[in-house]
Each structure stands twice: as structure tokens, then as C-alpha cells.
């Protein structure tokens, strides 16, 4: 790895990414790849087809080479967006994603990885402190996140949704799926995103923001999963239709009927700007938006009885129907929501469910202050950033090690963050904050 010391923006990194902020940063600037299966990676390469890059737009033909006289040929093997890190108005332009260790074009040796250090100052005087947090950081390698929480996103059903033709043209799953993770983000959950389909057996609480389109395995795998022992919260609109866009019949939502405990009768988006006021079993009252919709408390599986009402509306013509259920389903239970509810409801009810379901932050800290513990061997490694303009104390990893701040201030035990900070703490197995 080559550290290259700079005092003015580097060319090279604006190719790679956006220009080098004026703190004191470490980045690399190497393309790799993250998102490509590694059972693809090794097919490839068993077949003798190791170049293989990832393209921001469909070729006109798979194989591609950059010299006539000594052809080195790379395979296309995905294609992706195009990414605006040249500037939000500059004209997008074909790009290839390599990984770092493939040679590059027809050279027979592994270009080197860059990291761009810009100072204040003299560059040159943090080269020397920049290795040394580097090497440190090797204890990073292989460590693994560990989440509690899982969102459920499919991408079909995140296109079919937005098609035109639905109730309202203002739903957007994205906007969805931020209300869910802004809640997690805030009190320092951690979450996957999943596929209907995938194994959720290791999570404690799964959320599902939208799922208008729902394949049978996928159905069948979220009913499954409450019915084990599982916590899932799930937003209306879901359920709605197959992998071939066509309405599944039995009412709504047919695949989740039974798992929720209850009957959808009918849709009513709401126009923009306008909220419903939903009230809540302890009598408080907070807004609701975007949709609701007419729900009927009903069991057609007989398994758990009918699903209690926790939040209800509470103006207009639904007036006094159920807004939130919660139905206990087998070993698990699941949560419905009619509407949208606003940001504090939101916050208060995935923390009430998680309480529920053991799913526990990573660290207790204030507003603002990021958590994230990765598993490793012999220990795990608890990341703290702090994103305020304000010095914060972490109560966090009291046997740890910091690996980026050369030992840390602990005032009083605690991590102590200035603002903008970072710390990377290397806790050793058993330790208090390790879970």
C-alpha cells in the first residue's frame, strides 16, 4: 500500500470519488467490489475468466480488452448505477468497477491502493502517524457485524409498488424504509437488510416496511418466522399481489391474514400534507399520515385468537378503528400498521417491540453519537463516531483498547469523543460491553 502525502487536491482522487475534504483524512481511492457473490467471483475464476469487472451500464457485447497486440480480456459480470461522485451536474460516463487484486489492463502486476492524506499543514508529518493507525487496524480484518435487527427489502416489490396505477403516487418505499431505520439509527440498533427469503432465524426483531409484492417462499419464510418465536412489524399496503403483479385473492393481505390477525377492507391514502390523528391504549394522541385504511380484528387461522388494538384513529371516518395491532402468532407475535405514524411515535414503538423481543442498543449514548460492535476473533471491535460539534463521553468497553486514538481520554471510565471524532475500541472476549 502506497500513503501519499498531499497539500492540494489530487487529480486522482477525484476520479475515484469526491475531492479530499480539508480535514485531516485517511481514504482509499481504489475501486473494489461489495456487492458481487463470491460463489460468482470463484465460478468465474474456475472457468479462466479472472478479470472481472462490473460495469455502470449494459455493454454492448461481455468481454472487453484494452490492448489489440497483447489482449488481457475482463468479463462483465453485473452492471450497476451510475454514481454522481464528479459533481451532481456532470454527465455520467461508462466506468468499470475492478476489484483491488486484478490487474489492470494488460499489465501483469496488481496496481497499489492509495490513501490520500490531506493537513492543514505539511502532509508529510501525519504520513508516519497514518501507517501506524493502518497497521493497527488489522485487527479489523474478518470481524463481522452482528445485527439483532433485519429490514426487509425485495426489489421487485419496490418496483412494482411505484408503478403507476396504485391508490396514492406519493408512497415511496425509500421513504419507508428510512422511517424504520431512522428509528434503529437513533438508539444505536444495528440492522441487516434482508430478502423475504433469506434465513431470519438469528434475528430477534424483523421489520418489514413495505412488501407489496410477496413471492410464496417469501411469505411463507416471514410467517414461519413468527410463528418459531419471532418479532416482526410489518406497514400496510403489504401482501397485495404475486411475483407476477396479479392481486392474491382472500382478502387482504392474503399471505398474512393469519400471522397478523386481521382483515384489510379497504384503502384510503391520504392526500399530501394532510395527517389523521391516530390515539394510542395510554391515551395519548400523535399524528399520522400518507395512508390509512379500514381494518377489521380477525383471526381466519384460529392461532392465537384475535389481534388486540393498541392505537386507533381518531377522527373522521375511521374514527375509532384500529391504526396499530398486535397479534400474538404461535411462539411469536406481530405488529400492523395502518398509516404512517410521525418520527417520535415511530421511535416509541420499534423500542417497545425491541424491548420486547431482547434486542439491545450498542451502546446507551446521546443523540448523535454512532455505535457499531463487530465480531472478531478473540473479542469484537466497537466503533464510535461522534457526528455532533460538541465533545461527548461514551460509557462504553471499560477494558478496551482504542486502536485509533493511541489509548483514548476515559474521564471517569468513559470514552471521551471531540467532536467529529472516531474511536475504534478492540474489547477482549467477556468483557461488560461485549455481547
Avoid at 412494482?160 to 418505499?173: I, N, Q, V
Wanted: proline share 7%.
Amino acid at each position: 500500500m502506497t500513503i501519499r502525502a498531499m497539500t492540494e487536491p489530487w487529480a486522482d482522487a477525484a476520479s475515484f470519488g469526491t475531492n479530499v475534504p480539508t480535514a485531516t483524512i485517511v481514504r482509499l481511492t481504489a475501486l473494489s467490489i461489495s456487492s458481487i457473490d463470491i460463489s460468482m467471483l470463484i465460478a468465474l475464476r474456475r472457468a479462466r475468466n479472472p478479470n472481472i469487472p462490473i460495469a455502470n451500464s449494459r455493454p454492448d457485447r461481455t468481454r472487453y480488452a484494452f490492448s489489440e497486440r497483447d489482449p488481457q480480456w475482463y468479463e462483465i459480470v453485473g452492471v450497476v448505477g451510475n454514481v454522481k461522485h464528479r459533481g451532481l451536474d456532470a454527465a455520467n460516463r461508462a466506468e468499470l468497477y475492478i476489484p483491488h487484486r486484478q490487474p489492470l489492463f494488460a499489465g501483469p502486476s496488481v496496481r497499489p491502493m492509495y490513501v490520500a492524506v490531506r493537513a492543514p499543514s505539511d502532509a508529510n508529518a501525519a504520513v508516519a502517524a497514518v501507517r501506524r493507525e493502518l497497521k493497527r487496524l488489522d485487527a479489523v480484518c474478518g470481524a463481522r457485524v452482528m445485527a439483532q435487527a433485519a429490514i426487509v427489502i425485495d426489489w421487485e416489490s419496490w418496483w412494482a409498488l411505484e408503478l403507476p396505477s396504485k391508490p396514492s403516487t406519493e408512497l415511496r418505499l425509500i421513504d419507508q424504509v428510512e422511517s424504520y431505520y431512522r428509528a434503529l439509527f437513533d438508539d444505536n440498533v444495528t440492522a441487516d437488510f434482508v430478502r423475504p427469503t433469506d434465513d431470519l432465524s438469528r434475528y430477534r426483531l424483523v421489520l418489514v416496511p413495505n412488501l407489496y409484492l410477496v413471492s410464496d417462499d417469501g411469505a411463507r419464510n416471514l410467517v414461519g418466522y413468527v410463528r418459531a418465536g419471532g418479532r416482526l412489524v410489518m406497514s400496510f399496503f403489504s401482501g397485495i399481489v404475486d411475483p407476477s403483479d396479479h392481486v392474491r385473492l382472500g382478502g387482504y393481505p392474503a399471505p398474512f391474514r393469519e400471522m397478523l390477525g386481521i382483515e384489510v377492507l379497504d384503502f384510503l391514502p391520504l392526500p399530501p400534507s394532510t395527517t389523521v390523528p391516530i390515539r394510542w391504549s395510554d391515551g395519548t394522541t400523535t399524528p399520522s399520515s400518507l395512508w390509512t385504511e379500514l381494518v377489521n380484528l380477525a383471526s381466519p387461522g384460529g392461532d392465537g385468537g384475535d389481534a388486540s388494538k393498541i392505537a386507533e384513529f381518531a377522527s373522521g371516518v375511521l374514527d375509532g378503528r384500529p391504526a396499530v395491532t398486535r397479534h400474538q402468532y404461535g411462539n411469536g407475535n406481530a405488529h400492523y400498521l395502518a398509516t404512517r405514524l410521525d418520527t417520535t411515535a415511530m421511535a416509541e414503538l420499534l423500542r417497545r417491540v425491541g424491548r420486547e423481543a431482547g434486542v439491545t442498543p450498542v451502546v446507551n449514548a446521546r443523540a448523535g453519537v454512532e455505535a457499531i460492535r463487530r465480531e472478531a476473533p478473540g473479542g469484537s471491535i466497537l466503533f464510535l463516531m461522534n457526528h455532533t460539534e460538541e465533545s461527548v463521553d461514551v460509557r462504553a468497553a471499560p477494558a478496551g483498547e482504542d486502536l485509533v486514538g493511541g489509548g483514548g481520554v476515559r474521564p471517569g471510565g468513559a470514552w471521551r469523543l471531540k467532536p467529529r471524532d472516531v474511536a475504534v475500541i478492540r474489547e477482549p472476549r467477556g468483557s461488560a460491553s461485549d455481547r
